[in-house]
């Protein structure tokens, strides 16, 4: 009890401290996103000294956080949500309620949380889903898949891939009056890794070839070989995601061994013989030059780690790995990107691959956007940012899908 008062009081105090941290000018709601990124920051230092005092994991005490925001299935006047499996993989499917007399569009929808938190349960990612449901007359299934720590990579991936797979099946499909010539594969953040990852492995398998209509990828992380491109160096301390916070808890997914954590910080992990891999996220020949501002391309230091870490170099982690005939292949595509955000460059290298490619892209940047600004759309904070990104991105989906 007393510790509990303690930590709440030193939170406070924290808090209160990190409240003053500057953030962008061209940011419209300035409190609400302070007090976002300092709850970030408090939470991270808290989960980092209750890591080092041994009472738990630092990922551990972020999962509880995430966890709290948690919905049941509830259904309304327009959409029945249930909370199912395919095959023992948990799906929350949207269903209008609606009858009509033609096969609807279908979403899939992947959740976002460094691949070791979040659930499709969470009540920003219920009420985008349902959104989408209810604007396009689509139906939702958002699956939750294994996470790490304990589920390290591919597990997420295979999930994903196994959902899609189940409702691609003639009898799914007609069960849920879906139209087959009209799905798509959306996340956001490590979920835009994996429905990144997904199409593309999708659409190198003769078997499904073609029957992915659109991918929908928001503020997506799609490399993990170069962690200094330019917005992982301005936005390193935020908002809301750091550059310390993001790599410690999405390594979790590529290896346990806080020595590659610590090398990727340094940037500084890949393997001797990676080199090749460079020119595929290499930042000086992709990024406009708006973007690449002052900043001048250094390349990563290579062979420094003992250990090897074949997932470093697959692009099931870091979709930007594949070659432009595999990229070729894919179908239309939306991605949003936002400014304050160090995966920015990510997405905005994505667009300039695909788009090379020959891939129909739509880009939404926003400009005065920070990453995850869709989960505080929802109760307490109602972020307006995170409402105008939704919107973009329903939008696109309702005029392409
Ligand atoms: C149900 O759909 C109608 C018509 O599109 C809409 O006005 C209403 O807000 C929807 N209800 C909910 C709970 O979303
Ligand atoms: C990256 O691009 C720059 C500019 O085109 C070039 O000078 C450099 O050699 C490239 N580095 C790698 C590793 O591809
Ligand atoms: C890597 O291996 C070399 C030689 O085997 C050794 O000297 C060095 O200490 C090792 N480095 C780490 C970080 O383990």
């Excluded at 490619?357 to 972020?383: C, K, N, Q, R, S």
Aim: charged content about 20%; overall charge neutral; aromatic content about 12%.
């Amino acid at each position: 009890m007393r510790y509990k008062t303690l930590f709440f009081g030193l939170s406070c105090i924290i808090f209160a401290y990190y409240i003053y941290i500057p953030i962008p000018e061209n940011i419209e709601e300035h409190w609400k996103v302070r007090i976002i990124d300092a709850l970030m920051k408090v939470s991270s230092l808290m989960g980092t000294l209750f890591e080092n005092m041994g009472i738990m994991k630092f990922e551990d005490f972020f999962f509880i956080l995430m966890e709290l925001q948690n919905t049941k299935p509830v259904s309304d006047e327009n959409i029945t949500v249930i909370d199912t499996d395919f095959s023992g993989i948990p799906v929350r499917l949207y269903l209008p309620k609606k009858k009509s007399d033609r096969q609807r569009p279908a979403v899939i929808y992947i959740h976002g949380g460094a691949f070791c938190f979040g659930s499709r349960k969470m009540l920003p990612f219920d009420f985008l889903n349902r959104l989408t449901a209810n604007k396009l007359d689509a139906v939702v299934i958002a699956p939750d898949y294994r996470l790490a720590p304990q589920y390290p990579f591919p597990a997420a991936l295979e999930d994903c891939v196994f959902v899609v797979k189940f409702l691609l099946q003639d009898k799914v499909i007609e069960k849920y009056g879906v139209d087959p010539s009209r799905i798509c594969i959306s996340g956001d953040s490590s979920g835009g890794t994996l429905a990144a990852a997904v199409t593309q492995l999708l659409q190198d398998d003769l078997e499904y070839i073609n029957k992915i209509k659109a991918q929908a990828l928001l503020y997506p992380g799609l490399q993990g070989i170069d962690t200094m491109m330019p917005s992982y160096q301005e936005y390193e301390h935020g908002p809301f995601l750091s550059r310390k916070v993001a790599i410690k808890v999405t390594c979790l997914y590529l290896a346990k061994d806080e020595e590659l954590s610590k090398a990727i910080l340094r940037n500084e992990y890949m393997p001797e013989g990676s080199r090749h891999l460079f020119k595929f996220v290499n930042w000086s020949d992709f990024l406009p030059a708006k973007y690449k501002k002052i900043h001048v391309y250094k390349e990563p230091v290579l062979g420094k780690l003992n250990a090897s870490y074949p997932t470093l170099m697959d692009s099931r982690v870091s979709p930007l790995l594949a070659t432009d005939s595999q990229l070729q292949r894919l179908p239309l595509t939306y991605i949003l990107t936002c400014e304050h955000d160090i995966l920015r460059d990510d997405g905005l290298i994505y667009v300039t691959r695909l788009r090379n490619a020959g891939v129909p892209v739509t880009h939404d940047h926003i400009e005065d956007g920070i990453h995850g600004a869709m989960a505080f759309a929802t109760a307490p904070m109602y972020l307006n940012l995170g409402l105008r990104l939704i919107d973009k991105y329903i939008s696109w989906l309702e005029q392409n899908l």
